[in-house]
């Protein structure tokens, strides 16, 4: 899997560096990968860490997939640590005062964007009157104003990107714009969503409506990755890039007016709906090689379930205008809808070499507080249950099918999904990159090997 830049956290730091404070970010993600998943490595690194920079405040992002990894980091803080801990991110917004209650070495947690709301508390505003911010106070817990959106993104200052191992994150690779071998670089030129799919969590934090940071932000910022980091290709995680199509053509304008076309390959996420054919031609000329398409299912009842509001004919058009164009496509698919069985995934896999995406992905319908889903289906799951591994791992494997068995359903995607998907992988591969970079590939690759202990 891609190791995607923190961006909440880079810009968090970017923010409370701009008041003044000196910021350091521990990077649980590269740590794990750099020790090979030893985790009791990174936590004694992480306490290391805190003991050298001593901080007046530490702040947590948090993913419900992960919650019990974040019980495992404050209980083992809290050994030696008498300073503010803080809980951000989409479980901490979507459970704010479940999260104090649930993790009692807490003392508050962040709803929404929590750029501006630590920045407050770092500056010594009173807790209660920082709207966002869920607090204890006299034994109990109490809920500041509503949380605030950043109604001008350009006045955010660039992430702090210098903060992290960016060496770590733009290592070359294959799944950062789609099979192309490249060194990547993650952007969020974008805040929020107009769309209200019952299975995502992107309005949970940004709020109603689109944000944009301007054109000439979002150039400066990409010409800053290629001269600092030396990137050969941006992914933009934005929900949905072609929303606005006015701004998609001020931004491809720029692109092309700084040359930026021709010094990396990008690739973009984008709603079916959306898809223009003269678009893509603007996007292909200023250097955009890939659009990610969130098809989901190839049966209507399935989009219908979770209000995708677009349909499997919409998906299909979408998918032949980006080939006569000559953009690739890549394709996200659901699994584990509640009535799914074993010949709703052999049609699924037939629909995906009918309409011959460059590459796909497939993902089990993730049930996340704060979205509609899980105020249908979850039945207050996090409420009910302690947040351990062994609790929370099995409730995000199996989604929602109750007429197939999760192991049956493994077994088949190992037997049928997942050969295909490494073949058409693999010959995508091939189709877009040169001999050179095949070459560096599988260099990249034995060298790895090489350094594996033989067991």
């Known amino acids: 899997m891609p190791s995607w830049v923190p961006l909440g956290l880079s810009f968090m730091a970017a923010v409370l560096r701009k008041e003044g404070h000196t910021v350091a970010i521990f990077d649980r993600c590269a740590w794990q990968a750099k020790a090979n998943n030893d985790t009791d490595q990174v936590n004694q690194a992480m306490l290391r860490q805190i003991e050298t920079f001593q901080p007046d405040l530490i702040g947590l992002n948090t993913v419900s997939p992960l919650i019990y990894d974040t019980v495992e980091c404050v209980d083992l803080i809290r050994r030696s640590y008498r300073g503010l801990l803080i809980a951000g991110g989409h479980h901490a917004t979507a459970l704010p005062e479940l999260t104090l209650q649930k993790i009692p070495g807490l003392n508050g947690a962040v709803a929404g964007e929590g750029g501006h709301v630590i920045a407050r508390l770092a500056k010594g505003n009173d807790p209660v009157t920082i709207p966002g ?20 993104l350009d006045r955010l200052p660039l992430p702090a990107l210098d903060l992290l191992d960016m060496s770590f994150y733009t290592r070359p690779g294959l799944r950062g714009v789609r ?26 934090t940004y709020g109603r409506g689109v944000r944009y940071h301007s054109p000439e932000y979002v150039a400066e910022w990409a010409g800053k990755m290629i001269a600092d980091y030396g990137v050969e290709g941006i992914y933009f995680h934005d929900n949905n890039f072609l929303l606005d199509r006015d701004w998609v053509e001020r931004v491809c304008a720029e692109f092309l007016k700084k040359g930026i076309n021709k010094k990396v390959k990008w690739s973009i996420q984008a ?60 394709v996200y698919m659901i699994i584990a809808f509640e009535d799914e069985g074993l010949r709703d995934l052999e049609q699924k ?38 947040w351990t591994e062994a609790r929370i791992l099995p409730y995000y494997q199996q989604g929602l099918s109750g007429v197939m068995d999760w192991e049956e359903r493994r077994q088949w995607l190992r037997r049928h999904f997942f050969p295909y998907q490494k073949w058409q992988h693999r010959r995508h591969v091939l189709r877009v990159n040169g001999i050179d970079k095949i070459i560096r590939l599988l260099w990249t690759k034995a060298k790895r090997e090489l350094k594996r202990p033989v067991l």
């Open 133 to 152: 911010l869920w607090w204890r106070k006299n034994g109990g817990i109490v809920c500041g104003p509503p949380p605030e959106q950043i109604k001008d």
């Open 179 to 204: 099979g192309y071998y490249l060194s990547t670089g993650s952007m969020l030129a974008s805040r929020g969503c107009v769309r209200k799919c019952e299975f995502c969590t992107e309005s949970l």
């Open 271 to 330: 709603r079916a709906d959306c898809i223009e054919e003269d678009l893509l031609k603007t996007l292909q000329r200023a250097g955009c090689v890939q659009v990610e398409i969130g098809v989901e299912s190839s049966f209507q009842q399935h989009l219908d379930s979770v209000d995708k509001r677009t349909t499997v004919e919409m998906n299909e058009q979408a998918l032949a205008l980006c080939r006569k164009v000559g953009l690739n496509v890549h």
């Open 349 to 386: 896999l037939n629909w995906l070499k009918k309409n011959r995406p460059a590459t796909f992905d497939w993902s089990v319908l993730g049930i996340y507080p704060g979205t509609a889903l899980y105020l249908k289906k979850g039945n207050d799951f996090f409420a009910r249950q302690e």
